[in-house]
């Protein structure tokens, strides 16, 4: 039965009215637009996406509300555009509903680093949904919204979407451009999208797909329909499983769900081959290397001067940009700022990030690799356990940052991923959602979104709106 896009907003907007105030998934709700755009929807010609309601991750530009990448810096940001992303959501008849909470700047692994205070997964408030598009993953998880956006810099659309049980892709860098994505890093950063199936998800990804003019590093592709396999069977398929998919800093309820996922595949027809990815297990170090290198560059331009927080009653350009910066920064992007310029200074430029580049390339060829042996996907866990408590991990960055052990990989490789909801662990009496992981070749994403859509199936884990 299909509904009017007046009443698919009017849906929407009760939900969040019903749930926000609990998980804190949005920061802004856009009301009177998302009414008054959906009326006009109605009224115009049928459109590839009318009426489909999205959440907008709140580092990504939309004129309308702000853009405040959750952050103090930025807390009264108004955008003059939209992001190219945005456009294209329009322009297919998508209606905007609000802007989703995130880590600052995403700058984080579970959405508690945000300045408005952390989101909660919906399956369970007592904990996190991931990070750092906690928001929008929350947002879809719990019926919020229909899809939504996030970015995805080191597992930032795959990680939340494996915590709150929903599908989450991140396209090969340079598919979707990035103009009106605030850079974190910006040879790894990457708009993706949210959905509670591999349909919605292939559908979303290529209305905001193709060529840009106004990011030159958007490749001029424009084979941009990544629903084509998606009812592909699952013999003839392929998965490369590599041994740090069973690491032992994996928790014993994800690796029950992981290899009753590898069985289940197994026995539909899937062919499951063990692989050696050799320098994954450097991916994390390298990473965080890399991408406060580039966040340290990138950030230098909030300084009190060009725009965003500026400190009054200061007496010198000094005191302008430290007390600015140190007023609008919260600890985390802080820790990052401090950590990539050290890894960029004199006497440590060639000692952490000459040397970590070299790590990504090594990582790039190690996929590579498996890939010309004619594996369709590498197939491991989303993260190495469920959601975690809120504030469990806070006072040990390490651990989150052990967070992203299967997603950096396809960051660093520029390769495109999904996680797709494989099953539930039981946890303290409470369900909560496991992911499974895929990474593809490069201008993989229909046969990636095929193989997802395959454990979709097997495993009838996605669609499924947190009500707990």
């Given at each position: 039965?299909s509904?009017?896009?007046v009443e698919?907003?009017q ?5 969040i ?10 920061l802004q ?14 009224a115009?010609?049928t459109?590839p ?6 959440a ?11 853009t405040t990448c959750?952050?103090r ?6 955008s ?17 509903v ?5 880590d ?5 692994s579970?959405?508690?680093?945000s ?5 909660r ?9 991931g990070?750092s ?9 719990a ?22 049980g ?5 396209p090969?860098y340079g ?10 890093a910006s ?15 292939a559908r ?14 958007s490749?001029?592709r424009?084979?941009?329909d990544?629903?084509?396999q ?5 013999e ?10 069973r690491?032992?800093?994996v ?30 297990a450097?991916?994390?170090a390298?990473?965080y ?10 950030l230098?331009?909030?300084?009190g001067?060009?725009?965003?927080r500026?400190?009054?009653g ?38 952490y990030?000459v ?6 390339r090594r ?10 042996r ?10 190495p356990?469920p959601a ?5 991990k806070?006072?040990?960055?390490m651990?989150l ?5 299967f997603?950096?990989?396809?960051n660093?490789?520029g390769?495109?991923?999904v996680?797709?909801p ?20 490069a ?10 859509a ?10 499924r709106?947190?009500?707990?």
């Open positions: 039965m509904h009017s896009a698919s907003v849906a929407s907007l009760d939900v009215g019903a749930r926000n105030g609990e998980l804190n998934a949005f709700v856009f009301e009177a637009e998302a009414a008054a755009r959906a009326r006009n929807v109605d115009g010609e459109l996406l009318a009426g489909m309601t999205v907008i991750k709140d580092n990504i530009c939309t004129r309308a509300g702000r959750a952050s810096m930025l807390e009264h940001y108004e003059p555009f939209d992001a190219t992303a945005v456009e294209r959501l329009e322009a297919a008849g998508a209606v905007i609000g802007k989703t909470n995130l600052e700047f995403a700058m984080g579970s959405c508690e680093h300045a408005f205070g952390p989101t997964n919906p399956w369970d408030a007592s904990r996190v949904p990070g598009s906690g928001g929008s993953a929350a947002a879809v998880a019926g919020m919204c229909d899809v939504a956006l996030g970015s995805d810099t080191g597992g930032s659309v795959r990680q939340p979407a494996g915590l709150c929903v599908v989450g892709v991140k090969t598919r979707v451009s990035r103009f009106g994505l605030v850079a974190f040879s790894l950063d990457q708009i993706g999208v949210f959905a509670r199936s591999c349909a919605d998800a979303v990804l290529g209305v905001i797909s193709g060529p840009d003019e106004r990011d030159a590093t490749a001029q424009d084979d941009t990544f629903t084509g998606l009812g592909r069977p699952p003839g398929l392929t998965l490369g499983v590599p041994s740090f998919a690491d032992e800093a928790s014993a309820d994800t690796r029950d769900v992981f290899e009753a996922t590898c069985e289940a595949l197994r026995a539909a027809g899937v062919s499951l081959v063990d692989i050696e990815l050799p320098h994954a450097h991916g994390v390298a990473y290397i890399v991408a406060p290198a580039e966040a340290s560059s990138n230098a331009r909030y300084d001067v060009r725009y965003g500026r400190a009054e200061v007496g010198s350009l000094d005191e302008l940009y430290t007390r600015s910066r140190s007023e609008g920064f919260g600890h985390e992007v802080q820790r990052r700022i401090m950590l990539g310029t050290h890894v960029l200074s004199s006497g440590y430029h060639d000692a990030y040397n970590a580049l070299r790590v990504r990582i790039k060829q190690d996929y590579d690799a498996v890939f010309a004619g594996i369709d996907a590498v197939l491991t866990p989303t993260s356990s975690f408590g809120i504030g469990e806070l006072d040990d960055p651990a940052y052990v967070e992203d052990l997603t950096v990989g396809a660093l490789a390769l495109p991923g996680s797709v494989a099953g539930f662990a039981s946890v303290n009496g409470r369900e909560l959602p496991v992911g499974a992981h895929l990474v593809g070749p201008w993989g994403e229909a046969g990636l979104m095929g193989a997802a395959v454990i979709e199936r097997i495993r009838g884990a996605t669609g709106i947190a009500t707990a």
